[in-house]
């Protein structure tokens, strides 16, 4: 019997990395995309209801600042190297694709030292390990988001498979031999670590840190890095400002409500994956259609969420004590504040993709630095003069505020004709 070889997982042997072109290929990307954030989402999920059931209140706040600044270093390296090299006009070649990978793991050796060494001198464990790990961490989401992009899509899938059976052992023997969840975290990093800088030698990426930009190409990429700090990035910014000026467990009495909100996060996150595609497709001529469409998307999506966002806000106390062990007592009290927050953030964010859709970048990035300062602020205030109950409805208030600036700007944008850019 004879088999054929397998071909190399990853980007083509060619001078050049084509996209993949057609609407199938769109479709099928989009639900490897959803599929890889699924698996995520569910590794992470595993590893937060764990930390929380068993860490103290102050611990947890140490493990949702970690987890915090991994999310803010991702999300950095993706806007100013990522997403750089996604855009090329006719698709990036092998040799773009190595230098970025180069660029991200600089970054994130810078930031993983910061991480790490501010972990040591406060004696934060969950910080040290985070700082460790983020250079492979970093290398990994470079490896999934190229794959997804412009490469071999099923390389993203198998590496998070890998790493979600990684993660399912560590919470496995966790049960059944009584490991200490900061043991659960340590897998969770470091495989999700390994897993990143193996894939990328398997597939001849350069993982060796450098920057290799002209000036001109650095202070783009700084450009959108200061960008996505005061819009998107301004979240896990304000969780770190809260941590230092309200403490460590205020930031666990909130990591303990959002955990019980696992499941509402990831159906949120699921439907944002989608929202945009269906507003490109759908592209209505007028501006009177396109409110139509997109008031449709909110009414679903809420209508989706809502029943889910009950069902968390009304948990029975011993459904809470078996998620969260003796923490459930510092989060039950968030849980409606929360919920505010949980129905609002779907209608801001279809407005948001609204602007995306219509092109119109620089009222979204207008909205977006008035936003996130004020969403900084607004949070550490809440902390420090109420605690987690303030910091909670203050969140529960800017996800108002934010509903507001986003559609009342969109309201304007979909009675004009044309695109907006």
């Given at each position: 019997m004879t088999t054929r070889a397998a071909s190399r997982p990853g980007p083509p042997a060619g001078n050049e990395i084509t996209r993949a072109g057609g609407r199938r290929a769109f479709v099928r990307?989009?639900?490897?995309?959803?599929?890889?954030?699924?698996?995520?989402?569910?590794?992470?999920?595993?590893?937060?209801v764990s930390v929380a059931r068993g860490e103290s209140l102050s611990r947890l706040g140490q493990f949702a600042l970690a987890f915090s600044i991994y999310v803010?270093?991702?999300?950095?390296?993706?806007?100013?190297?990522?997403?750089?090299?996604?855009?090329?006009?006719?698709?990036?070649?092998?040799?773009?694709?190595?230098?970025?990978?180069?660029?991200a793991g600089a970054v994130a050796v810078l930031a993983g030292l910061l991480t790490a060494g501010t972990g040591v001198v406060v004696g934060a464990d969950y910080l040290t390990v985070t700082g460790l790990a983020l250079p492979g961490l970093v290398v990994y989401d470079y490896v999934k988001a190229i794959s997804i992009g412009v490469g071999g899509a099923r390389v993203a899938l198998a590496q998070e498979g890998v790493w979600l059976g990684c993660t399912a052992l560590a919470v496995g023997a966790a049960v059944v031999a009584s490991v200490p969840p900061f043991m659960i975290f340590v897998c969770w990093a470091f495989s999700g670590a390994v897993i990143g800088v193996v894939v990328a030698l398997r597939l001849r990426y350069d993982v060796v840190p450098g920057w290799g930009l002209d000036r001109r190409g650095t202070r783009v990429a700084a450009s959108f890095a200061a960008q996505f700090l005061v819009t998107t990035?301004?979240?896990?910014?304000?969780?770190?400002?809260?941590?230092?000026?309200?403490?460590?467990?205020?930031?666990?009495?909130?990591?303990?409500?959002?955990?019980?909100?696992?499941?509402?996060?990831?159906?949120?996150?699921?439907?944002?994956?989608?929202?945009?595609?269906?507003?490109?497709?759908?592209?209505?001529?007028?501006?009177?259609?396109?409110?139509?469409?997109?008031?449709?998307?909110?009414?679903?999506?809420?209508?989706?969420?809502?029943?889910?966002?009950?069902?968390v806000c009304l948990l029975p106390d011993d459904i809470g004590r078996a998620v969260l062990g003796d923490n459930w007592h510092a989060a039950r009290p968030l849980l409606?504040?929360?919920?505010?927050?949980?129905?609002?953030?779907?209608?801001?964010?279809?407005?948001?993709a609204g602007h995306r859709v219509?092109?119109?970048?620089?009222?979204?990035?207008?909205?977006?630095?008035?936003?996130?300062?004020?969403?900084?602020?607004?949070?550490?205030?809440?902390?420090?003069?109420?605690?987690?109950?303030?910091?909670?409805?203050?969140?529960?208030?800017?996800?108002?505020?934010?509903?507001?600036?986003?559609?009342?700007?969109?309201l304007r944008l979909g009675g004009r004709k044309g695109v907006v850019r």
């Open positions: 990307r989009t639900v490897v995309a959803l599929s890889v954030n699924g698996l995520s989402s569910v590794g992470n999920l595993m590893v937060s803010l270093v991702i999300g950095l390296v993706r806007t100013a190297v990522t997403e750089a090299v996604l855009a090329a006009r006719t698709g990036p070649a092998r040799h773009e694709i190595t230098r970025g990978a180069r660029r990035g301004s979240a896990q910014l304000a969780l770190s400002a809260l941590a230092a000026t309200a403490g460590v467990a205020v930031v666990g009495a909130l990591g303990a409500a959002r955990t019980v909100f696992g499941p509402v996060t990831l159906l949120m996150t699921t439907l944002s994956s989608l929202i945009v595609p269906y507003l490109a497709q759908t592209r209505p001529e007028t501006g009177r259609a396109r409110l139509r469409v997109a008031g449709s998307v909110v009414a679903l999506t809420v209508g989706v969420m809502l029943p889910l966002v009950l069902m409606p504040l929360l919920s505010v927050e949980a129905l609002l953030a779907p209608i801001a964010l279809v407005a948001f219509a092109h119109a970048g620089g009222r979204a990035l207008a909205i977006g630095v008035v936003l996130g300062p004020l969403r900084i602020a607004t949070i550490v205030a809440g902390g420090v003069l109420f605690g987690a109950g303030g910091a909670a409805g203050a969140l529960a208030v800017l996800a108002l505020v934010s509903a507001v600036c986003w559609w009342s700007s969109y």
